[in-house]
């Protein structure tokens, strides 16, 4: 990582070498959003708000594992 130089332009790129957004990513914080706040719509899930920092990270960090682990991104060459 030291002395890896970005290059800059590419980062904001839909088809810059660094591959655009990963959707998976998105789905996991989507999904994290969803079950920290559904205690405010449902009042049985009540408990998931009151934790919603821990329940948001929780759920996100597990789908973005299980999906980068059933579909792993293809390999890029980045140099």
């Known amino acids: 990582m030291r002395g890896k ?15 655009g ?4 990513a998105v789905a996991a914080t989507l999904l994290g959003c969803f079950f920290a706040w559904i205690g ?4 049985t899930f009540r408990v998931l ?4 920092w821990f329940v948001g990270f929780g759920v996100a960090f597990l789908v973005h594992w299980a999906l980068m682990r059933l579909v ?5 060459d980045i140099s």
């Open 5 to 19: 130089e970005l290059k800059l332009a590419d980062l904001y790129r839909t088809r810059g070498i660094y591959g």
């Open 21 to 24: 957004w990963n959707w998976r």
């Open 40 to 43: 405010l719509i449902i009042p």
């Open 49 to 52: 708000y009151d934790y919603a």
């Open 72 to 76: 792993p991104p293809a390999s890029a």
